[in-house]
Each structure stands twice: as structure tokens, then as C-alpha cells.
């Protein structure tokens, strides 16, 4: 005759379930997945990969110029022969006004910044497509591939910008007291990049047409901008709406603060950096949303 145990009796005459019976460290379950929203932007988190932020900006200037004959010398060429096309089609044969300023160096101040972006936004967009293995096996921030990639192109900028100051110097033009304000044009056109290249870098990811877009959107965006030409060509009631392009304050800072040129006005100023605060704020949103898709899709 077999002796059969009583059953333990817990919360309405119930065994209860195993893992309870074993303690609650047996129930703990442990989900890791990406913060959404704003939540996700940890600034102390970039900051504590800044060791992998610095390689990779650094990773970003070797390749750039690696096994290239005249090296850092591409960052001044492209804007340079831009200036001379424009400066033959626009300076002289169409008499393009340019503010009082010689054309050559008028075109070439917007050009520097100009570059910088347009460059910002190829390098930025295509950031993340171009390390599929790093983005499905290493944590790290994902944010820090565009902003690497936007980055690095700061040191193209100041190479391009030292040649700049020699041709003002070289056509007699002394920067005033306006260039102390340069900086902060230099930190707009830096938003600017970063914000656009949140959006295309992360949609890229999902959908490659974004690849061909890119071009096409700089070859738009490139006559939405008075480089070419002076803003002062555009009728007063809209120069309000067109300084929702950033890149019109940008530009018209740039001449502003080094060339004396009086184009510029608070309103349109004001505009352009609430726009690109605008662009830099949805974008960094949007690329923190689309995080947690970036591995399953690249």
C-alpha cells in the first residue's frame, strides 16, 4: 500500500506555481529593448562613448584621403572651381550684383559653408548603410555614425576657410568687429547638417531610394539659396518665408560677419535658426524612433 503525500495547499487550495515556489530571483525577467521618444536622448551616453565618437571621426578623415595625390587639397578644390564657374557665368556674363563686393571672394564665403553642408548631408545620409556589421553585433549609440560623419567634415571647413581669409586679404578686405559673431553661423550650419542627416540616415536604412534622393535634394536646395546671388534679390515680403531654408541665414551670416555686406536682417536670421532648430530637433526625434529597426533592416 503506496503512501500518498498530501498536496500543499496555497491561496485557495492551489499548489503553487513552480517559480514562485522557487523564490522571486526565478521570476525576475530582464526585457532590453531601445527607449523611444525623448527618453532616448542621453547625452551622458554619447558622452561616455566619446572614445568611439573620436575614432570614429578620425576613421572618417583617414579614409577620406587615403591613397589620394593632393590629400586635404579636394576640400578646397570642389568650392574653389565652383567659384570660377560662377564667377564666369554670374560675375560676367550675366553681371549678377554681388553687394558692393568683388564676386570671386562674394561667392566663395558662401561656397565654404555651403560645401560643409552639402557634403554633410551625402557622408550623413549614407553613415549608417556603410557599417551593416557594426550596427547588427556592437552596442554602442547609433547616433554617433552621422554625427561622426558630420563632424569629421569640420576639418574640410577650416582648411577651405583659411583659403577664404586669403583671398579677402588678397582683394583688401579686412574681417570687422561682425566676425566675432562667425562662430555662432558656424554652429547653425552645424545643426543644420546634423538635423538633415538624422532624417536621411535613418530613413535610409529603411529605404534606399534615399541613396538617389540625396543628390537631387542638393542640386534643389543648392538654388534655394543665395549663393549665386544676394538675398536682396528676393522681394521683401518674402524674405520672411524664404529664410525657412537655414541655409539662407547661414550663408548671409557668413558674408554678414566677414564681408560688411548688409543683406542680412534680424527677421530672416531669426527664421533660418528656429528652422534649423526645428530640423535638428524632429531629426534627432525621428532617428531615436527608428533605432530599434536599424539592425533587423540593414
Known amino acids: 500500500m503506496h503512501e500518498q503525500s498530501e498536496p500543499t495547499l496555497s491561496r ?37 562613448y566619446r572614445d568611439l565618437l573620436y575614432f570614429l571621426v578620425w576613421r572618417e578623415v583617414k579614409v577620406r584621403y587615403k591613397q589620394t595625390v593632393i590629400g586635404g587639397a579636394w576640400a578646397v578644390l570642389q568650392p574653389f572651381m565652383t567659384m570660377v564657374v560662377f564667377s564666369v557665368i554670374f560675375g560676367l556674363l550675366i553681371d549678377v550684383p554681388s553687394d558692393g563686393v568683388p564676386y570671386p571672394v562674394f561667392s566663395f564665403a558662401a561656397l565654404v559653408p555651403w560645401t560643409f553642408f552639402a557634403t554633410a548631408l551625402a557622408r550623413g545620409g549614407n553613415s549608417l548603410v556603410q557599417d551593416p556589421s557594426l550596427l547588427s553585433k556592437v552596442y554602442f549609440p547609433r547616433i554617433t555614425l552621422p554625427l561622426a560623419a558630420v563632424s569629421s567634415l569640420l576639418v574640410d571647413f577650416a582648411i577651405a576657410f583659411v583659403i577664404l581669409i586669403g583671398m ?51 542640386q534643389f536646395w543648392l ?14 515680403a518674402w524674405r520672411a518665408l524664404y529664410g525657412l531654408n537655414p541655409m539662407v541665414g547661414v550663408v548671409e551670416g557668413f558674408r554678414w560677419a566677414l564681408l560688411g555686406t548688409e543683406s542680412a536682417t534680424s527677421a530672416s536670421l531669426l527664421v533660418s535658426a528656429a528652422a534649423a532648430l526645428l530640423l535638428f530637433g524632429s531629426g534627432m526625434l525621428y532617428f531615436r524612433r527608428m533605432e530599434r529597426e536599424f539592425a533587423d533592416v540593414v
Not at 21 to 43: F, M, N, S
Not at 178 to 205: D, E, H, K, R
Request: proline fraction near 11%; avoid cysteine.
Open 168 to 218: 579677402m586679404l588678397f582683394y583688401g578686405i579686412v574681417p570687422g568687429v561682425a566676425s566675432l559673431a562667425l562662430p555662432l553661423f558656424v554652429v547653425l550650419a552645424y545643426v543644420t547638417a546634423l538635423g538633415v542627416g538624422f532624417w536621411l540616415s535613418a530613413a535610409n536604412v529603411k529605404y534606399r531610394d534615399i541613396n538617389y534622393v540625396i543628390p537631387v535634394l542638393v
Open 12 to 48: 485557495g487550495g492551489v499548489d503553487p506555481p513552480l517559480d514562485e515556489r522557487q523564490g522571486p530571483a526565478a521570476r525576475t525577467t530582464l526585457v532590453v529593448g531601445p527607449p523611444g521618444g525623448w527618453q532616448a536622448l542621453d547625452v551622458r551616453e554619447i558622452w561616455r
Open 223 to 236: 538654388f534655394l539659396t543665395p549663393i549665386a546671388y544676394p538675398s536682396s534679390l528676393i522681394p521683401e
